[in-house]
């Protein structure tokens, strides 16, 4: 995300009250990247937004519903970003692997928005079902392709997906080390039947780094500085 108006320029053709909510969603984005969540207030998430505090309550009950609301579209966004990425691989070891470690780098990269992230993917169903849908056509073609030997069925693929959410999850709270993505990478694909010495390579081979990159909304000093 590249715009401090992510959600406004989608809302621009919407009713006022759809479009004040967008501020208050673009705002949130940006207080929340610059200050970290834990600091984060709402009294700031308004004054970005240049709405009164009140406004504020109209839509979100609280910080927590803000941020998850935010982090229901985002998350969306790094779903479709991390298939984007894999355009030109057709390898679904490869796939497979890079999915989850990518995922997780991105998560972590940005620890506020990954716990936001963490949460939104088990509340939202609909959210959970798209992360699924790419899941599970790369699983199918692996079988397909013949380098996946196990039935791909809901248990299966919900046991898969716990083991990302589990190493997000120990991620988040500093546990697990640098190499946790790849080590769960490795183990997800033993599971599908990949040579342990494929699994290995594969899971441990290099990647280049991507990061969520979130924009600011300067502080009103920080503004006063500049001019």
């Not at 355009?87 to 497979?96: C, H, K, L, N, S």
């Not at 992230?117 to 169903?125: D, M």
Request: charged letters at 25%; hydrophobic letters at 45%; a neutral charge.
């Amino acid at each position: 995300m590249t715009s401090l108006d992510l959600f406004t320029r989608e809302a621009r053709n919407l009713g006022k009250s759809a479009r004040t909510k967008a501020r208050l969603m673009d705002a949130a984005v940006s207080v929340f990247a610059r200050d970290g969540f834990e600091a984060a207030s709402v009294n700031e998430i308004t004054r970005a937004a240049e709405v009164a505090n009140g406004t504020f309550y109209v839509y979100f009950k609280d910080k927590d519903e803000i941020a998850t609301a935010v982090a229901y579209r985002i998350a969306h966004d790094v779903v479709q970003q991390l298939d984007a990425a894999m355009v030109g691989t057709t390898d679904a070891i490869e796939r497979i692997s890079c999915a989850t470690r990518r995922f997780l780098d991105l998560a972590s990269s940005t620890p506020q928005w990954g716990k936001a992230l963490f949460r939104a993917v088990w509340i939202y169903n609909d959210l959970r079902d798209s992360v699924i849908s790419y899941l599970r056509a790369d699983l199918e073609r692996g079988v397909a392709q013949g380098v996946f030997t196990v039935e791909i069925d809901d248990f299966l693929i919900s046991t898969f997906s716990a083991m990302t959410m589990s190493t997000l999850f120990r991620r988040l709270n500093g546990e697990g080390g640098p190499d946790a993505g790849s080590r769960v990478a490795q183990l997800q694909l033993r599971m599908l039947g990949v040579a342990p010495d494929v699994a290995k390579r594969v899971a441990f081979q290099a990647l280049e780094p991507i990061t969520l990159t979130i924009p600011v909304i300067p502080r009103e000093t920080d503004r006063s500085k500049k001019n």
